[in-house]
C-alpha cells in the first residue's frame, strides 16, 4: 500500500471517529442476514442466542430477516413470498439441491467449519463446492440489494456469509454492512490450509465491521491481514486491507439471565423433569447438552467420565451423567460416524459400570426444547462443557444462570471454549486430557456450598455485565456510528 492511500485511509478513520451517537437517528432499518430465518409465529419455538437477540432487535427498531427457508427447491433456487408478523418482514430462499449440496454441505460446513475449529485434517475442499458457496452469497445479497433503502444498515452473521459484502459491494451497495462471527477465527497458518483463504479474506474486508468472540479471535485475523495481505494497523485497532478501512471488535454473546432463571423454577411443572427427578432420586448428576459435533469433544469427555469411575469407586452408584447430544447435520458422513462412535462407547462404558439399578451414563441424541432443559440444567450437580474448540458455547452460560443461588452447581469448562474468557470462575480444563477432566469432576462433586456461591455469583456479575442485549446493542451501536 503507497503513503497516499495509507494517509487517506487515516484521514477517513479520524473522520469517523466524530461521528457521533446521535447519528444513530439518521440510520434506516436493521437488515439481518443469516443461514437460517428462526420462526417468529405464535406457539412456534425459537432458539436461544443468536434468535433471541436478533427478534428483539428487530421488534424494536422494525427490518427485515433474509435467510434459507430450510426448504429444498424442487427447480432452481428461488425466494418466497414476503412475510411479515408485526414490525418484522421475513424474506426467506428456498435452496436448489445443487446449492445446498455445494454451499452448506460442501463448503460452508465440510472446509470452513472444520478448519475455523482447528480441525484442517478434517476439512475437504472443492472448486465446485466454492463456486457454488460464492453463489448462495450472491443470491442473499441480491434478495438484500432489492429491499435496501440508503440508510438501512446490513448486520450478518457467521461463517455462511464471508462472501456477502463482497457481492452487495459489486452490486454498487454502499450501506453499512456488519457481519459477526460466532465461531472462532484459526491462526494465520491455520486459516491459510484453506485453499481460497486469500480470497475470504478479500471478501471479508469488505465489511465495515467485523465481530468476534473473544479477543484471541480478533487478534488471530489481525495477524493474518498484518502478515498475508500487506495490511496497516491504524489507531484504534481499525485494519487498512485490501483498499479498504475495516473495523474489528471483540462483542462476547450472553444470555437472557432472568429468563433462563425463570423457566428453571418452573421445573416443577415440567414432566420431564420430574421423571428425571424420580430417576435420579438423591444421586448426584452431571449435564452436558451439545450438537453432535467433533468440534465439541464428547468422544473425549466419555474417556475423562469412564476415567473418573476408575479412580473413584465410592461414587459409582451415586453419580449419572447425562448426555443430550441432538443429531446435527446428519446428512453429512462425518457426522454418522461421530453418532456410531458415541453409541459405541456409551454401551461400553455401561456394559463396564452399570449396576441393576443404576446406569452410569445416559446418552440421549434427541432435542429437548428450552423450557425443559433449563430445569435439568438447575438441578444437574455439575455442568461439564468441554468441547475441543468453540467460538462461545452458551450452554455453560445457561447452565450458570440457571443454577440456584443459594445452593449451586459447578461448571467444568474447556479452556478453549470462547465463555472459559469470562468465567474464569469455573473449573478450567484441557479437553484433551481426560485426567484433569476426571479430577476437575471429583473437586466439582466435593466443592464445599460456599466456594460453590461464591464462583457462581461471580460468573453471575459477568453474565449480567455482558447480557444478550448488551452484545447486540454494542455491536449495533458501533456499527451505526462507524462509517
Not at 472448486?127 to 450472491?138: E, K, L, Q, T
Not at 469427555?301 to 447430544?325: H, M, P, S, W
Request: hydrophobic share 45%; proline share 4%; charged share 25%.
Amino acid at each position: 500500500m503507497d503513503e497516499t492511500m495509507f494517509g487517506r485511509a487515516l484521514s477517513e478513520l479520524r473522520g469517523s471517529a466524530t461521528v457521533s451517537t446521535a447519528s444513530q437517528a439518521d440510520v434506516g432499518r436493521l437488515i439481518v442476514v443469516s443461514n437460517r430465518v428462526a420462526p417468529i409465529e405464535e406457539g412456534q419455538p425459537t432458539a436461544g442466542g443468536l434468535a433471541a437477540g436478533v427478534l428483539d432487535a428487530l421488534h424494536e427498531k422494525g427490518g427485515l430477516w433474509v435467510g434459507w427457508s430450510g426448504e429444498i427447491s424442487p427447480g432452481e433456487s428461488s425466494l418466497q413470498a414476503e412475510r411479515q408478523k408485526g414490525r418484522i418482514r421475513l424474506q426467506m430462499l428456498d435452496l436448489a439441491q445443487a446449492d445446498y449440496d455445494e454451499f452448506y454441505r460442501g463448503f460452508a460446513n465440510s472446509a470452513l467449519w472444520p478448519v475455523l475449529h482447528y480441525r484442517s485434517a478434517l476439512a475437504r475442499f472443492s472448486r465446485r463446492d466454492y463456486a457454488g458457496y460464492r453463489r448462495v452469497n450472491a443470491l442473499f445479497a441480491a434478495a438484500v440489494a432489492a429491499k435496501l433503502a440508503p440508510d438501512d444498515v446490513v448486520w450478518a452473521h457467521d461463517y455462511h456469509l464471508l462472501g456477502l459484502a463482497a457481492e452487495l459491494r459489486q452490486a454498487g451497495v454502499a450501506n453499512r454492512l456488519g457481519i459477526f462471527l460466532h465461531t472462532p477465527f484459526p491462526a494465520a497458518a491455520v486459516f491459510m490450509t484453506i485453499p481460497v483463504h486469500a480470497d475470504l479474506a478479500r471478501s471479508l474486508c469488505q465489511y465495515d465491521l467485523i465481530g468476534f468472540q473473544t479477543e484471541a479471535d480478533r487478534r488471530a485475523f489481525e495477524d493474518y491481514v498484518l502478515r498475508e495481505a500487506d495490511g496497516h494497523l491504524l489507531p484504534g485497532r481499525a485494519l487498512v486491507a485490501f483498499g479498504r478501512v475495516v473495523r474489528t471488535g471483540v462483542y462476547p454473546i450472553g444470555v437472557q439471565t432472568d429468563d433462563i432463571r425463570r423457566q428453571a423454577e418452573a421445573g416443577p411443572d415440567c414432566a420431564q423433569t420430574t421423571r428425571l427427578h424420580t430417576s435420579i432420586g438423591d444421586g448426584k448428576l452431571i449435564i452436558s447438552v451439545d450438537r453432535l459435533d467433533y468440534s465439541k469433544g464428547l468422544a473425549e469427555r466419555f474417556l475423562a467420565y469412564e476415567r473418573f469411575l476408575e479412580q473413584n469407586e465410592r461414587q459409582r452408584g451415586a453419580v449419572t451423567f447425562l448426555q443430550i447430544a441432538p443429531p446435527s447435520r446428519s446428512d453429512v458422513e462425518t457426522y454418522r460416524e461421530i453418532r456410531a462412535e458415541l453409541e459405541g462407547e456409551a454401551g461400553r462404558i455401561n456394559g463396564r459400570f452399570a449396576e441393576l439399578d443404576w446406569t452410569p451414563l445416559r446418552y440421549l441424541n434427541k432435542g429437548f426444547a428450552r423450557q425443559m432443559l433449563m430445569p435439568m440444567y438447575a438441578r444437574a450437580d455439575v455442568g461439564l462443557v468441554t468441547p475441543m474448540r468453540d467460538g462461545m458455547n452458551l450452554v455453560a452460560k445457561e447452565y450458570v444462570a440457571a443454577q440456584d443461588p443459594i445452593d449451586p452447581g459447578v461448571l467444568v469448562l474447556s479452556q478453549f471454549a470462547g465463555a472459559a474468557c469470562e468465567l474464569k470462575a469455573a473449573l478450567l480444563v484441557n479437553p484433551h486430557d481426560p485426567d484433569e477432566i476426571a479430577e476437575a469432576l471429583e473437586t466439582a462433586l466435593s466443592m464445599p456450598l460456599a466456594e460453590r456461591r461464591e464462583r457462581h455469583a461471580e460468573m453471575m456479575s459477568v453474565l449480567r455485565r455482558n447480557s444478550l442485549s448488551a452484545w447486540r446493542d454494542r455491536f449495533l451501536g458501533d456499527l451505526a456510528t462507524r462509517r
